[in-house]
């Protein structure tokens, strides 16, 4: 098919092809966008699109300041390595726990790196860590105390190694999105890697540099679903008309999430990390920052439901180019409702998935889960869940409407 938009004139004429600046990939029947319209939408994204690259630069962190601070908290104790091994032998966990015995929940291995190279080391590990599966031949990380005050160098179990069945894990999901969803894979694995450019470059150094945490999500947010967008849907007006929805329903997203993290007054401070970054950046705004984090956790979803829902518009006037912008509307509306059902229960379940061993734990303590929901740990993962699922279900009218704004209107069969 040639660069064009078709015109749905009637079911017994056909489609002629009118040339326009945007591209599309050949499976999309587009529609002939009025002048109006396109001028509107197309102007309201470049205001958008130019105020995101005037915030990137206002907002763009000190990278002097952010170098100094990255890699700045000692990990471990002045002298401590953390050289690889490879398994020789695994002793199992004894029967009953509650025993010690030096030939229970041991692992012996061989050093692989480091000044005793090739020299073997005994370790006791967590029975986990040997009911886990690891045989000969797998490679485990020691933490290793060099010799002081007349005692002789001390290793001790620090974790598995797993960058090797992480690689291939990830090579796999490559080839798995490329084989089957060929370009428009392609494309979803370049934007991915513009937003960990995006999160990585910019969110992170800025917000550790004492940036305003709200402001510098939502540039960073928002200029991820530019290239997100365009890179894997094309240059469209149906894409521009999802992404005004997305843009939308971020807006929403934060000011839902600013008025329920200062009515729940959760503090945004929870674990071991929480403290840590309140020793070394006490001047962050953890509220702000866990704004920021609902914001950031929105994308994916948005994105999903704002394409799905302007092409499910742009295809419905292809096939009934005499329905009514109210029809049209309304039954843009019922594809929409049964998307925002199907992905309220994969924010939920997928919550539930990672949070699985939260909640056995929870279910030990005497008090029930209802009485546990107004704790830290639990109101914050609430707040940030419903908030973008807030977000998430009033992008659906906003996309709609635009994008049935955006079509032309009926005609005469």
């Known amino acids: 098919m040639e660069d064009g938009l078709v015109t749905h004139t009637g079911s017994h004429r056909g489609r002629r092809q009118r040339g326009h600046s945007h591209g599309h990939p050949p499976e999309e029947a587009d529609l002939d966008v009025g002048l109006v319209p396109r001028t509107i939408l197309l102007a309201s994204l470049a205001f958008a699109g130019l105020l995101t690259v005037v915030?990137?630069?206002?907002?763009?962190p000190d990278g002097a300041r952010a170098a100094e601070l990255r890699g700045s908290v000692g990990f471990a104790a002045e002298g401590v390595t953390f050289p690889q091994a490879r398994v020789e032998s695994v002793q199992p966990a004894c029967a009953d726990r509650s025993e010690v015995k030096p030939t229970c929940g041991h692992?012996?291995?061989?050093?692989?790196?480091?000044?005793?190279?090739g020299q073997e080391a005994t370790v006791t590990v967590p029975p986990e860590v040997s009911a886990a599966g690891l045989s000969r031949g797998d490679t485990?990380?020691?933490?290793?105390?060099?010799?002081?005050?007349?005692?002789?160098?001390?290793?001790?179990?620090?974790?598995?190694?797993?960058?090797?069945?992480?690689w291939t894990l990830s090579a796999l999901f490559a080839l798995v999105v490329l084989g089957v969803a060929r370009l428009r894979g392609f494309m979803a694995l370049v934007g991915l890697g513009f937003a960990g450019l995006v999160i990585g470059f910019f969110v992170l150094p800025a917000l550790m540099t004492g940036e305003p945490a709200v402001?510098?999500?939502?540039?960073?947010?928002?200029?991820?679903?530019?290239?997100?967008?365009?890179?894997?849907?094309?240059?469209?007006?149906?894409?521009?008309?999802?992404?005004?929805?997305?843009?939308?329903?971020?807006?929403?997203?934060?000011?839902?999430?600013?008025?329920?993290?200062?009515?729940?007054?959760?503090?945004?401070?929870?674990?071991?990390?929480?403290?840590?970054?309140?020793?070394?950046?006490?001047?962050?705004?953890?509220?702000?920052?866990?704004?920021?984090?609902?914001?950031?956790?929105?994308?994916?979803?948005?994105?999903?439901?704002?394409?799905t829902q302007a092409s499910a518009v742009w295809e419905l006037r292809g096939a009934s180019p005499g329905m009514s912008r109210a029809l049209l509307f309304a039954s843009g509306m019922r594809i929409g409702r049964d998307h925002i059902a199907s992905t309220?229960?994969?924010?939920?379940?997928?919550?539930?998935?990672?949070?699985?061993?939260?909640?056995?734990?929870?279910s030990l303590f005497d008090r029930s889960l209802v009485g546990l929901v107004g704790t830290e740990e639990i109101a914050g993962e609430v707040v940030r869940s419903l908030t973008s699922s807030v977000g998430l279900v009033l992008a659906v009218p906003i996309t709609t409407a635009i994008a049935v704004w955006t079509v032309p209107g009926p005609r005469e069969s």
């Open 344 to 362: 309220i229960y994969t924010i939920v379940f997928a919550y539930v998935g990672t949070a699985l061993t939260l909640l056995i734990a929870l």
């Open 107 to 117: 692992i012996t291995a061989s050093l692989s790196d480091g000044p005793d190279e």
């Open 215 to 307: 402001p510098v999500a939502l540039a960073g947010a928002t200029a991820i679903m530019y290239v997100v967008l365009y890179s894997t849907h094309g240059l469209s007006i149906r894409t521009s008309a999802a992404l005004a929805g997305t843009l939308g329903g971020l807006a929403l997203t934060a000011v839902v999430g600013w008025w329920a993290v200062d009515s729940t007054h959760l503090t945004g401070i929870t674990g071991e990390e929480g403290g840590l970054i309140t020793t070394y950046l006490g001047d962050l705004d953890f509220q702000h920052l866990l704004i920021a984090a609902v914001i950031i956790a929105g994308l994916g979803v948005l994105n999903d439901v704002t394409i």
């Open 140 to 166: 485990i990380e020691l933490l290793r105390r060099p010799a002081a005050d007349g005692q002789p160098t001390d290793y001790s179990y620090f974790g598995i190694h797993r960058s090797g069945p992480l």
């Open 55 to 60: 915030g990137g630069v206002l907002l763009w």
